[in-house]
């Protein structure tokens, strides 16, 4: 530089700072290849999925967000069970009209994608290209021979597979199959949390159930007639019922409260327990419990026979007074 004369010394300056700033737009111009996935993407993904509040529903979610994410255009979720693995979820950008039916059970081979991905825990390249071929019911399912398969693994192990393609015959890279393998692993945590948030959810509700019927027996201990018996007597404290054919006792009608006398007097009138629990605005359960009272007072098996005791007490008392 020092030996340039000023002008062409000031031309290389020039030409220097050109290439910078050509360099510079290169770098920050050149547009990204079409089927690469930013982390911003994924972290997206990943955030939406956490909203799923059920098995079934991260499920469902899981293909949709792998397809975007990944820029694959079918997604196959399966289930690994007792060294099988059985599509549960299927999912098509495309969206077409065609009804895919599921394969059923198919066995984890020694020579199969799915087994290498079962038994390694990491996500495999299948095609003919690659270093497995493909299973001949996955690439039907997938519309082509070049596919990922990724397990989805939990603390007991692998639960799933997550299956990719794209249908245009496109063979797939590294770094499609290390985008799907970062779903499966993220996914694996978060079906561990919705399963367990399923089941808090089943044993709430049997509470809640549980809860509800003690409460229901609770009302009924309210309002039953408990007593000790004479520990020298030998018979229960509770009367026993009688027939239509054993005197009445007429001090069993002075023995009823004031709500079993109105209650007993809808009852002869042929009013139902929910006509009764209506007319008094009482619950259901309590009307019950009202009714049982009045038939063991009377020695009564039933509500005809109350009705007939009733009548039969009335009348010896009516001859009495006389």
Known sequence: MTELDPERRQALGRLIVDLQDLRRRIRTEQPRPEHVSSPLDFAGAIRRLRGAESVAGLRKLLCREVAHTAHLDRIMLSEVHNG????????????????????PALSLTS????????????????????????????????????????P????????????????????????VRDVLGAFARSSG??????????????????????????????????????????????????APTGGLNEDPDTSALGSLTAREREVFALVARGASNADIAEELVISHFTVKTHVKKILRKLGARNRSEAIYRYVAMTDSRNSGSR
């Open 152 to 175: 989805i693994t939990v603390s007991t192990g692998v639960i799933g597979l997550v299956h990719g393609s794209r249908t245009t015959g496109e063979a797939l890279d590294a770094m």
């Open 189 to 238: 945590m978060l079906f561990e949390r919705v399963t367990l948030a399923d089941r808090l959810r089943e044993q709430k509700s049997l509470l809640i159930q549980r809860l509800q019927q003690e409460a229901r027996e609770a009302e009924l201990l309210e309002h039953a007639d408990v007593r000790f018996v004479d520990e020298n007597s030998t018979r229960w404290a509770v």
């Open 84 to 103: 099988t693995w059985t599509a549960l979820e299927f999912y098509s950008v495309a969206r077409t009209e065609e009804v895919l039916e599921l394969p």
């Open 111 to 150: 020579e199969s994608a799915e087994r290498r991905a079962w038994k390694t825990r990491s996500a495999v390249l299948a095609g003919w290209d690659a270093d497995i071929g493909p299973s001949p019911e996955a690439a039907q399912m997938l519309a082509s021979s070049s596919y990922v398969v990724a």
